[in-house]
């Protein structure tokens, strides 16, 4: 098989693009695996038991803000750096990101590498599932890893906090997307996290990132995606911004904006992990 003509090593790369580069000296390979409790599967596990050779585990939940009460909010720039360091990922890298499912928490580390001022970041699509299916080798051992220089520039207007997100839902300035189920988004569905209203921020539209993807777990082709947020409703002349429960499934919305070209994108960082928690903010339904 060869790499496809949509390969782009910037945003999203196929399996067999990465199966020829993988021996590159300046390739580095990240195992982004991450699962809501309820999908009963334990990431890290998985990853010593196979993984693509020469992948690093990137612990979403340790490589964050601990000092945050919501879930795996971005890591300060100082703490991405030292992580990523210790784990041989610096300047001069071409990284590839991919998760267990195929492809849902990859997304959230492209997003941080981007938030880092990193560009040339991909996400493997179809993620390990597609890798395996096809046949192609894994083993079960870390790599060595070696000390490497990173730099950051952190780029502030790739992410959004709860006051920027109900400035832009009161003023209706900005396209806010919300990649959570359908009937979560419409209040219909309890949220997984106790003490969380249902419903969602007004004025939002509902694209459950499963419709960007294909059934095997790769994303559609750009002309689907442009279809797909035409749908909801969404005016892609407009900047947006994502959302989801807590900011992981947010970045799957992100990726796929990037890809049919609409530059000017945000993720709210707190998600509906925050939203869903103050009383005081508007909570819409339907």
């Not at 690093?56 to 100082?78: C, G």
């Not at 051992?141 to 790739?158: E, I, N, W």
């Not at 807590?246 to 939203?275: K, M, P, Q």
Request: proline fraction near 6%.
């Amino acid at each position: 098989m060869t790499p496809s003509p949509m390969d782009d090593p910037k945003t999203l790369v196929s399996t067999s693009w990465l199966a020829a580069h993988l021996a590159d000296p300046d390739l580095r390979v990240l195992d982004a695996s991450w699962y809501l409790p309820d999908m009963g599967r334990d990431a890290r596990a998985e990853y010593g038991a196979a993984h693509i050779p020469g992948a690093r585990f990137f612990d979403i939940d340790e490589i964050s803000d601990q000092r945050s009460a919501l879930p795996h909010m971005a890591p300060p720039p100082e703490k991405f750096i030292s992580r990523m360091r210790a784990m041989g990922v610096g300047d001069g890298h071409q990284v590839v990101i991919y998760d267990g499912y195929g492809l849902l928490s990859a997304a959230r580390v492209w997003w941080l590498f981007r938030l880092m001022g990193k560009v040339d970041v991909a996400i493997l699509d179809g993620g390990f599932p597609k890798w395996q299916a096809e046949g192609r080798v894994v083993e079960d051992m870390p790599p060595v890893m070696r000390d490497r220089h990173m730099t950051v520039q952190r780029q502030a207007g790739l992410v959004k906090d709860v006051t920027q997100v109900a400035h832009a839902s009161k003023l209706g300035e900005a396209e806010i997307i919300d990649a959570r189920s359908a009937t979560r988004f419409k209040g219909e569905a309890a949220e997984p996290r106790l003490g969380l209203r249902s419903g969602h921020i007004p004025g939002a539209k509902n694209v459950p990132y499963g419709t960007l993807l294909n059934t095997d777990g790769t994303m559609k082709p750009m002309a689907d995606l442009k279809a797909v947020f035409h749908t909801a409703g969404v005016d892609l002349a407009k900047p947006a911004i994502t959302s989801c429960g807590s900011g992981i499934t947010a970045a799957v919305l992100s990726l796929a904006l990037e890809r049919i070209g609409h530059r000017n994108h945000a993720l709210y960082d707190g998600s509906w992990a925050e939203w869903g928690m103050y009383d005081d903010l508007q909570v819409a339904k339907g």
